[in-house]
């Protein structure tokens, strides 16, 4: 992981913002902090940043709304803040495209380890362009995005690496909780109902099938790609 990693700081409660920034430059990383919606849009474009940490609650846009903008034209790692601790915001934020999902209040020290295991998951996926090819259907993980029948479509980060996974161990089936620490990783610290809500927005993407492959569910155990 470089240490020159750029952080951006999006919480419109200046003394987190604050205090995020001195763990933060204690690591080694250059981080910039911004307080509303508006502003982190275009502090994103010009300082470019290798993740985000991004409050829900903002004034104007909050952070639902920015972390769908973004998504609209970068990968970039991004983990959310919230004081609400509801599975339904989890679920949600990761739906829109978010890495990691951190409940208020948290210990400075936790936020930077998450940090730094989603900075490492970022940078082995980036590393990696490839492409899995089946009939009717191309997966490119270098770009996020599937060929279906000639049509190509973006699809948000973890939906893309999801189906990669999959397709990658054809006929292999996984359990949720698989699933969850090899796409998600290890530290995450979500529900196992992600899972199965990126399995049906890929479903309704992938809609119909084809019929040499399948998004296919094994019941009582999880998922797996069947390739016939």
């Keep these: ?9 999006v919480d419109d409660d200046s003394n987190i913002c604050q205090l995020v920034q001195l763990y933060l430059d204690k690591e080694g990383y250059e981080s910039r902090a911004v307080y509303n919606g508006k502003q982190a849009l275009e502090a994103f474009r010009e300082f470019t940043p290798s993740l ?3 409050d829900i609650m903002l004034p104007g846009m909050d952070g639902w709304q920015v972390c769908r903008e973004i998504r609209k034209f970068s990968s970039i790692p991004i983990i ?3 004081a609400r601790d509801e599975t339904f915001d989890k679920v949600l934020g990761l739906e829109l495209g978010a890495d990691d999902y951190v409940v208020k209040p948290f210990e400075p020290k936790e936020l930077i380890a998450r940090v730094k295991a989603v900075l490492r998951r970022y940078e082995r996926q980036d590393t990696e362009l ?5 009939p ?3 997966i490119n993980k270098s770009n996020y995005t599937i060929r279906i029948q000639g049509k190509e479509m973006e699809l948000p980060p973890k939906e893309l690496e999801l189906l990669f996974f999959l397709g990658s161990n054809p006929n ?3 359990t949720r909780e698989q699933l969850l620490e090899k796409v998600w990783g290890f530290d995450f610290y979500g ?4 899972v199965d809500v990126h399995v049906k927005r890929l479903r309704e993407k992938l809609d119909p099938p084809d019929i040499h492959w399948q998004l296919k ?4 155990v999880g998922y797996k790609f069947e390739v016939k």
């Design 1 to 9: 992981m470089s240490s020159k990693a750029r952080i951006l700081v």
């Design 52 to 54: 985000v940490i991004l």
């Design 80 to 82: 959310m803040l919230s």
């Design 130 to 134: 490839e492409q899995l090819i089946f």
């Design 136 to 138: 009717g259907l191309v």
């Design 172 to 174: 292999k089936v996984f």
């Design 191 to 194: 529900d196992t109902r992600t």
């Design 217 to 220: 569910t094994v019941w009582g």
